[in-house]
């Protein structure tokens, strides 16, 4: 039997929930989210699943089934309601999509010198939770996707919003001081402005979104894309979230 990563607690966690969304609790239920965390995990192809999971099409199937859904994602939102959003961190991250993976047009892809990519940007609480995240192409800069990114977000307990100079640009931050917060968003070297508003002690915490990507990037399934779907490889971050979310 391969090394499962769901213990009993975890399970008690997640039974419940899954019965909200009207999901049957067959017999294999629990086996079939082992599967995904497996595959998720190892980074293997689903065919090199193995046979204690049961069919690896049977599985992949009812994987893309729920992607299709947007069970995961759904499930995603209800573990992580319980969140401190006093301080929110934004970033991105590339993510090196494999060969395999290509092939399909407007899937989140692109080429550039390093090869072909993805990226996830991806919003944290202040404990470093992940509160969201959107998965984009490689080559798409961070202040494109961050008012759709603050957009997603309930910022009406938050008193800042903190994030790199990659993220420097006034209108995003007067569409997060329109939600009455604080916008800790240093500006770049070549401006003339000065950065008398940063709060330097608490930029310091930024760290707390990198560590929630390097916990994330344990698993090789998301470290480096083997989906062809867009849907389908947020659903496996989903899922990676929803794991690191189950202990607490």
Not at 10 to 21: A, E, F, G, V, Y
Not at 79 to 97: K, N, P, Q, Y
Not at 229 to 238: D, F, M, P
């Amino acid at each position: 039997m391969p090394r499962t990563m769901l213990t009993d607690q975890h399970w008690q966690k997640l039974k419940p929930i899954l019965r909200n969304l009207s999901i049957h609790h067959n017999s294999n239920l629990r086996n079939f989210i082992e599967a995904i965390l497996y595959r998720i995990r190892t980074g293997c192809p689903w065919r090199d699943l193995p046979s204690d999971f049961g069919l690896a099409n049977s599985i992949f199937k009812r994987f893309n089934r729920w992607s299709a859904s947007s069970k995961l994602l759904i499930l995603f939102k209800i573990l992580s309601f319980c969140t401190d959003m006093e301080w929110v961190f934004i970033d991105g991250s590339h993510v090196r999509a494999h060969q395999h993976s290509a092939g399909i047009a407007q899937q989140a892809i692109s080429k550039s010198i390093g090869g072909n990519s993805s990226k996830i940007h991806l919003v944290v609480d202040a404990h470093g939770n992940p509160i969201d995240f959107i998965i984009t192409d490689g080559t798409t800069n961070d202040i494109k996707v961050a008012p759709d990114l603050i957009s997603k977000l309930d910022l009406s307990e938050t008193d800042i919003v903190c994030a790199d100079k990659g993220y420097d640009s006034e209108p995003l931050r007067e569409q997060i001081r329109a939600t009455d917060t604080k916008a800790n968003i240093p500006k770049k070297s070549n401006t003339k402005s000065s950065n008398d508003h940063m709060d330097w002690y608490l930029y310091k915490i930024r760290h707390l979104v990198e560590n929630m990507f390097c916990r994330l990037k344990q698993f090789r399934g998301i470290a480096t894309r083997y989906d062809k779907l867009k849907r389908n490889y947020e659903s496996s971050v989903a899922l990676a979230c929803i794991f690191l979310w189950l202990p607490l």
